[in-house]
């Protein structure tokens, strides 16, 4: 279940590796140019989080962010293509270690994961690991089958579609 | 969390009514492009192309066993999870191309200062 893949195109370009560890555990990973102290900054400063979490290629943006990063405190973020219709995402910070751990619960789903981030310094360069732990296989299996989180009316109008098929 | 590149080809690919045939047909058996060529009283590379447009959107598999192509509905297991890998794979690495960029003027920026305040 070792299904890696990293970006091949662009040599100078730090990689983005995903991988799924376990039948629970996927894990992100990227070198960041820079201290850990500045990478932590634009994880946990809202101004400057709401600049990169909803990059324009993805077509989302993010419409509001609300961070209230110390351990116990909340977090809600909102976005999507349409303002009327918000998609949340919120939780709870149970860790907060500046400048190397961020800890946070995903409650916008029952069977929401626990998000980790490491900021590791070495030479001046910092690797962030990212690290979702889901309560169950089938909740990491479920969400990898696109039914959480993503669009939730887009698939059920696909939903809908095919079941009229199936009939 | 966001994938409607795919879902937009899922969409593109529903568009079409021979295509939605195809998936009723594929509901019931598996079927090569022979069989749903004549079905559908196509030529087999019209056929083709719609399967190609159904296997790019995720929604069709198809495997050659010796000269005959055989096409089913849905990915494979595997399959799916490395196609949702690479999706993620994107979405994180084009969040972290924008990060990259406020890191490195985060950075530049100390030092500009650090410079002013030692003149």
Sequence with gaps: MDARKESESTPLKNRTTVERKSERELVVTRTFNGSARLVFEAWTKPELFKRWWAPKSTGMSLLSCEMDVRAGGSYRLEFGRDASKPIAFFGRYVEVTAPSRLVWTNDESNEGAVTTVTFEEKGGKTLLVLHELHPSKEALDATMAGMEGAMPEQFEQLDELLLTLSV | MVQHTQIDASFAALSDATRRGVLEQLGRADASITDLAA?????????????????????????????????????????????????????WDARFDELHKIVEELTQKEKVDGRQKRE
């Design chain 2, 39 to 91: 079905k559908f009283h196509m030529t087999l590379t019209g056929m083709k192309k719609h399967v190609g447009v159904l296997e790019q959107a995720g929604l069709v598999t198809t495997q050659k066993i010796g000269r005959v192509r055989t096409c089913k509905l849905g990915l494979h297991r595997l399959e799916q999870e490395a196609a949702w890998i690479e999706r993620h794979r994107r979405l």
